[in-house]
């Protein structure tokens, strides 16, 4: 008679034992699965970071320059449209055929004027129009080095393998060396980087006109996307009959948030270019496009934050002689905002990294102004990544890299905030 129960007992506690052993091995794998993912997440970062840091410091030139008025303002107006225009190459080659007056020979005089950036010319103008004192002085000036030079001088560029399989020749390195040795070649913050828009020369490619045109993008896509979205969510979950309409709405809804984002690129260049004639490259279309990319997430998110307000709000309402519409807009949109709003930004965010449908508009075009509105022609930070990505040289591989990360740094910021705003207005019922 005493077995029986002892051996049931063994039995549970086999059991448990088991069940214990099962739940401690899910655990680690668990655990395991996270660390594994924040290993590889922590290795893209570490990539991209270590390709992309050299991009935000340049190398550059101190050159002593004669700043001759004859040639940079013959007038003598000090007009800043005429300096704009003054022929700066000239004066910038002169100082270096004096740095070097034994370069006589034209391949070899080309080799040395390729020592400093085609974009020094405009760098120097816009000093002549700031300081037009300087005219008719000699002064040192520090300007942007060549993209060849700038990689090896950050090492990029190997001095140990045979000159033919290098971009920069023996010579052009003696040189480099020389002015080094006076104190003339160093490192700066590029500034150029983020303050000037795309160009053929990496050392003068810049961001700033992808990241107006993402500005205007999102702009577009949430003056569309938001109110629309909040709207369509607001009639679904709180107005719309539950019929076998709003039953295949709802499952469209559903269907279109996993629809690829190239299908969206395709209807817009069906029907905002091919069909209504809108601009090309324009923000205008990229964010309708990426408006109606959005909206199903915006709705979805939008209509579980409403289903998540307590049915006692709505009761307690309408108990006091409010509207249906009252009741809606004075205290249940208001309470599922933060909700809504966090959906919102998450949808942003993914709209802000989309490539494809803008592919799909021309917004792949190569575009060196910075856009002033919203139907100029302009890209937009992932198709910058791509553009930069294709080009051959080696000095656009750091500069991919470095879009790559302020593109990753807005992308963090935004689902940051998202985060935030949950948090901080999020209420506990």
Known sequence: ???????????VRAGL???????????????GAVLLA????????????????????????????????EVLDPSGMRDPEELRRANTNAVIR???????????????????????????????ADHLVTHPDWIGRTIDI???????????????????????QRRVSDQQIAWVDALAAEGRVAFAFNT??????????????????????????????????????AAAAVYLEEFAPKNRWTNLIEVNINNLAAVPSIVFGLLGLAVYLNFLGLPRSAPLVGGMVLALMTLPTIIIAARASLAGVPPSIRQAALGVGASPIQTVFHHVFPLALPGILTGTIIGMSRALGESAPL???GMVAFVVDVPTGFTDPATALPIQVYLWSDAPERAFVERTAAATVVLLGFLIAMNGLAVFLRKRFEVRW
């Open 17 to 31: 034992k088991r069940r214990h052993a099962a739940e401690r091995r899910f655990r680690a794998m668990g655990i």
């Open 1 to 11: 008679m005493s077995g029986a129960p002892r051996s049931t007992h063994q039995q």
């Open 142 to 164: 520090d300007l942007l080095a060549a993209a060849e030079i700038d990689m090896l001088h950050k090492g990029r560029i190997s001095r140990d393998v045979p000159e033919d």
């Open 38 to 69: 924040l290993l590889a997440l922590a290795g893209l970062f570490a990539s991209v970071i270590t390709q992309g840091y050299g991009a935000f410091v340049q190398t550059r030139i101190t050159l002593n320059l004669y700043l001759d008025p």
């Open 94 to 124: 002169e100082s270096l055929r004096q740095r070097f007056p034994d370069i006589t020979g034209r391949s070899d005089l080309r080799k040395l004027y390729a020592l400093v950036s085609t974009g020094a010319t405009f760098e120097l």
């Open 359 to 361: 592919l799909m508009i």
């Open 192 to 229: 150029t980087f983020f303050t000037s828009g795309d160009s053929r020369d990496p050392e003068s490619a810049g961001i700033l006109g992808a990241v107006v045109g993402s500005a205007l993008l999102l702009l577009v896509t949430l003056v569309l996307a938001f109110p629309i979205g």
